[in-house]
């Protein structure tokens, strides 16, 4: 397999639900104008518990936000890795999973202390991590792939780093869970939509993005399950592909027509990890949950952001995996 080093030099900001406001008007610009930005790689994720978006831009559209108080960004470039089978680009080769990477990529990563920010969208899985951290992570994965840097949209061999100072093999070691996890309510769909068609939807899809605070309020006030219902919505505009992870209620507001769906219309549940902020440092977070999915031959989108991390299995897993991951997290004790 291929793993290929995407060209863009990426920036991860935080922003508090009550400060979007601030910056509305270039998110929107970034996914809706994009042409008229010299931005290639966005993504916008909102948890409304903590209430918090997560922006990931690359360095020609970060310069569509504002500089102010009210965005937190990550003290690091970041650079997206994308694990491609039978060659070509992420656009034109099947998903790989994060689980099928577990033991390939994540892994040896965090074996090597090197943290990792994950994005799964409709189209592929994304590896981000951080620019200096580059050399360790093609040395540690170079016996596994053929790395490839991608350079003005082509491929080419990635330098050989040579890194062998400090640079020790690490021993396998059982990573247990160590964070809190929970499963709402909610039942998720991961789809995409035609580019060109955007603009029909345009104003729905900024109503969900920034406005509605979700289909929450509207739910009947004795509904028992309800304090178990989040708000999350991802968006991703990435290399002219788009991407939506919305749970079943925000779908049903989209014209069926217009969004991708497999034909099995399968539908996802949610694990979330975290009691308090993650921080981008702490190694090993995905891999304590990847691992345990990649045992039992589960798939998974995973979707990282400053408090949380986010697992969405298939719906009919769930019980199971809250079992098995249960499992590892009493393996800390």
């Known amino acids: 397999m291929e793993l290929h080093i995407l060209e863009h030099r990426l920036q991860v900001a935080s922003v508090a639900k009550e400060s979007i406001s601030l910056f509305t008007y270039g998110l929107i610009k970034l996914a809706f104008l994009s042409s008229k930005t010299r931005c290639v790689f966005s993504t916008l994720t909102h948890s409304a518990t903590p209430g918090q978006y997560i922006v990931v831009v690359s360095a020609g559209g ?4 504002p500089s102010s108080e009210h965005l937190s960004v990550a003290d690091a470039t970041w650079l997206a890795l994308n694990v491609v089978s039978g060659g070509g680009s992420f656009s034109s080769s099947q998903p790989i999973g994060v689980t099928k990477i577990a033991k390939s990529v994540i892994a040896p990563l965090a074996d090597q202390n ?3 920010f994950m994005l799964s969208t409709y189209q592929t899985d994304f590896i981000l991590v951080r620019e200096r951290d580059l050399p360790f992570v093609t040395h540690t994965l170079s016996s596994e792939f053929t790395i490839l840097r991608v350079v003005n949209g082509e ?3 990635a330098d050989n780093t040579g890194i062998t100072n400090g640079f020790v093999k690490p021993k396998m070691v059982q990573r247990p ?3 809190p996890l929970s499963s709402p309510s909610n039942r998720f769909c991961v789809t995409s ?3 060109d068609t955007l603009p029909a939807v345009a104003t729905l899809l900024m109503d969900v993005m920034f406005y509605s605070n979700g289909v929450k ?9 309800d304090h178990d219902h989040i708000r999350f919505f991802s968006f991703s505009l990435i ?4 991407s939506l992870v919305m749970d079943v209620q925000t779908q049903q507001r989209f014209p069926s027509n217009l969004l991708f769906m497999s034909a099995s219309g399968e539908l996802w549940k949610m694990v979330r990890i975290g009691g308090q902020p993650l921080g981008f440092d702490e190694c090993g977070i995905v891999a304590q949950i990847s691992e345990p999915l990649a045992a039992a031959d589960i798939p998974a989108y995973y979707i990282s952001t400053f408090k949380f991390d986010h697992a969405l299995v298939p719906e009919e897993n769930i019980n199971g995996v809250i079992s098995a991951l249960k499992d590892s997290q009493a393996g800390k004790h």
Do not use: K
Request: hydrophobic content about 50%.
């Open 114 to 116: 090197i943290s990792v």
């Open 155 to 157: 491929t080419v061999a």
């Open 193 to 195: 939509l035609d580019p």
């Open 239 to 242: 290399e002219g592909y788009i």
């Open 217 to 225: 309020d509207s739910m009947a006030a004795g509904d028992e399950h």
């Open 177 to 179: 869970i160590i964070h």
């Open 62 to 65: 970060f310069i569509e936000l």
